[in-house]
Each structure stands twice: as C-alpha cells, then as structure tokens.
C-alpha cells in the first residue's frame, strides 16, 4: 500500500463520512481506493464524505508525528492487521496507531482479559495470576489497560516475560489512566503493543471506550471477565463475543460476571483450570471450551435438589445460602437457583 493510499484513508478516518459503513465496505475491505472518494466528487458525495480544515491538519500532524516516533499506522489490508471485516455488529476502524512491536503475522493465541476498574483485591490477585499463567503457556494477554483488573492481567503477563496488548480509548501518545504510564512503557518497551483508533493525543473517550472493547472481543479466541460489577464496561467485552460466538469465561461471585453467566459465559474456578481449557480448545479454528448453550438448563428448585441429594429440605436451604453468600450459587426469579461452580 502506497503513503498516498494510507495517508488517504487517515485523512478520512479524521474526517465525517454519512454513510461509514459502506465506505468501510467498499473501500476498506473492497476495491475502491480512498484516494479515489477524496478525489471524485461523485464518490464523495456517495458516501457522504465531508473534511474539515481542523480534521486536516489533525491528520497531517499525526502522519508526521508518527513517522518521526516509529509508530505504525495500521489499516485493513497491512500485513499484520488483526480485525475481521464488517458483519454481525462490527464495523473495523479504518486505521489504528500501534506503539511497539506487532508481527506481520497474527499470534494463534491471543485471549482478553477484563473486569472492574474498582476491584477487589481479591480480582487483582487473581487477574495477575491468569495473566501470568496464560502468558506462559503461550498466550498474548488483551486488555484495555484501565485501573483494577485490567492493569493486573497485562503486570501479571509482563512478570512471565509474555506479551500483553493493551486497547486504548485514548491517544497512544496521551494513554489514559495517565497512573499506568509507566506499566505501558513496560508494554511498549518489551514484546508487547499499545493500540489506538483515537487521535495520536485524544483525550478519553466513552465512544472510543465502547470501540475497544468490540476490538478486543475481535481479535481475540476467548474473553475472561474476572470480576465486574452490573455495569461494568467489561460486560460490554464479554457481550461482543457472545454474539461472535466466542468462548466467554467469568469467575462467579460478582454481580456482572453472574449476570454473564446467565447469557451464555461458562464458569472457571482457578488460572490452572483456566489455562487447560484455552488448551483444550487449541487455538483459532479449534475445539470448544464447551459453551453453555442454555445456561438455566441446569437450575433446579430447592425440592428437586433435595431428591436428588438424599438431604432435608432444610439442609438444603442451608448450603444454598451458604452457596450464594460465596457467589457460587444464584437465585433465579420463580424460586429456582443455579449452582455456578458445577452447572448442569
């Protein structure tokens, strides 16, 4: 691809297109060159195609910015480009800003890491130690880089001298949090890579927040969500691979990772348990890690348990209040309750 054919497609990107979608399928994914829309005033007007001065000189400072820092401006069609065209629900950016090292060719295992900003210490332990124990069998930890779960699993990969990607929501010469700038230095100075569909100093973005995380469930085999609470932004991660038909993993016990759980996550009790289902499915184009295709198939009422375990109807009421005090079963509406640790 030529620097006229990129700088084109940056300079789009930057600019205000009515009808993205096609141009993105057209263009971005088909044959019609982007310097072609900016230069023919009938494409142009096909797709909506206005640029503003501001969103012109935006581009113009980025592209050299980027040449003088060595950063990579990766659009569809590059080698190394890691996000699947337009369709069910996804629409791919037309360029992203890469800081540090990223291959040519796609690592076979990479697996999202997310959860709560505001977690326990609990969740951090345990999002250390899945990043750790996943990186060192091979896996590029994803994640988006944020306080709390986020920031665990991409240290924990660091610590087992793997590689970890971190999705952005704003610029990748302003990351945000700025707290964990230097934890991206460490990701950008070692095998790892930060991502950005933002400007090159965008500031924090809730839109660009909510693209990420469709990036993340993209490009990655599974997404794990450790810990998060009912509206958490990692639901949103969690949610995108559940409509692409990924593997969803969530650790029972918080409000948001229950709920998951409800949709269609399975449940993981531990990195080791976790690491040997990645295995089992072996990679992209795998196995399954057995998708819980009717996750309330296995919800039962205290009266069924009670046959079927020999016990009281009173100790059962006991261990299912034991149970959902340590997230490991949930009530249902209509008096049933699901035993997230061992669903049926």
């Known amino acids: ?3 006229e054919e990129r700088f084109a497609r940056l300079l789009l990107h930057y600019g205000n297109l009515k009808d993205r979608r096609g141009f993105t399928r057209d263009c971005l994914f088909g044959d019609i060159p982007a310097r072609a829309v900016l230069e023919d005033p009938v494409l142009r007007a096909h797709y909506g195609v206005v640029v503003s ?5 935006r581009a113009e400072h980025d592209w050299r910015r980027a040449r003088t820092l060595g950063l990579r401006l990766l659009t569809p069609g590059d080698p190394g480009w890691f996000l699947p065209p337009p369709g069910a629900g996804f629409s791919p ?3 992203l800003f890469a800081r540090g090292r990223l291959d040519d060719v796609l690592p076979p295992k990479l697996v999202c890491i997310v959860g709560s900003r505001a977690a326990s210490r609990w969740a951090t332990d345990l999002a250390r130690d899945c990043g750790s124990w996943l990186a ?9 880089g944020a306080l709390g779960v986020d920031g665990a699993a991409h240290e924990g990969a660091l610590e087992a001298s793997g590689r970890t990607w971190v999705f952005l929501g704003s610029g990748v010469l302003a990351p945000y949090p700025a707290r964990h700038a230097g934890l991206f230095d460490r990701v950008a100075a070692s095998e790892g890579c930060l991502f950005s569909a933002n400007h090159l ?3 924090p973005d809730k839109a660009f927040f909510v693209q990420r995380n469709a990036f993340m469930a993209a490009c990655a085999c599974a997404v794990v969500v450790v810990e998060a609470s009912s509206v958490s932004g990692s639901l949103h991660t969690a949610r995108f691979a559940l409509r692409w038909r990924k593997p969803v993993l969530a650790q029972p016990g918080s409000a948001g990772c229950n709920r998951i ?3 269609g996550a399975v ?3 531990d990195p080791q348990e976790l690491v040997e289902g990645l295995a089992r499915r072996g990679g992209p184009g795998g196995g399954t890690l057995g998708e819980n295709k009717n996750p309330l198939s296995g919800a039962l009422f205290p009266e069924e348990i009670a046959a079927r375990t020999g016990n009281t109807l009173t100790e059962v009421f006991q261990q299912l209040q034991i149970g959902e005090l340590n997230g490991e079963v949930l009530r249902l509406p209509g008096g ?9």
């Open 1 to 3: 691809m030529t620097d």
């Open 53 to 57: 001065p501001a969103a012109r000189e």
């Open 93 to 95: 950016p037309g360029v």
């Open 136 to 144: 060192a069998d091979g896996w590029v930890i994803v994640s988006g």
């Open 201 to 203: 100093y965008g500031k």
């Open 261 to 263: 759980l409800l949709e």
């Open 267 to 269: 449940p993981f009790r």
């Open 336 to 344: 049933r309750y699901l035993n997230l640790r061992y669903p049926e």
